[in-house]
């Protein structure tokens, strides 16, 4: 399995509708983050598949190092340069 990416060492912000299913990009390949557009293919990633629990505005991981994916729980400010 290849590692994943940093996609950008900052957590992004999106706008969720409750009760909807979206899938992150945990490969961090994809040109449509934090969502995944296929791009993990051959990667041996797969994307995370989870539905909002409610609408509103989250912060999804784009480092791809997080403990709690989607979602951004801080990994990315010990990043190595
Ligand atoms: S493109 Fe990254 S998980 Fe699908």
Known sequence: MEKAKVAASQPV??????????WWCACGRSQT???????????GINP??????KSGEAW?????QT??????????ASLEE
Do not use: I
């Open 13 to 22: 912000s999106v706008e969720l509708d409750e009760g909807r299913e979206y």
């Open 33 to 43: 983050q934090p969502f995944c557009d296929g791009s993990h293919q051959g990667t």
């Open 48 to 53: 995370l598949g989870f539905k909002a629990d």
């Open 60 to 64: 999804l991981c784009m480092c791809k």
């Open 67 to 76: 403990k709690t994916p989607p979602y951004c729980d801080g990994s990315h």
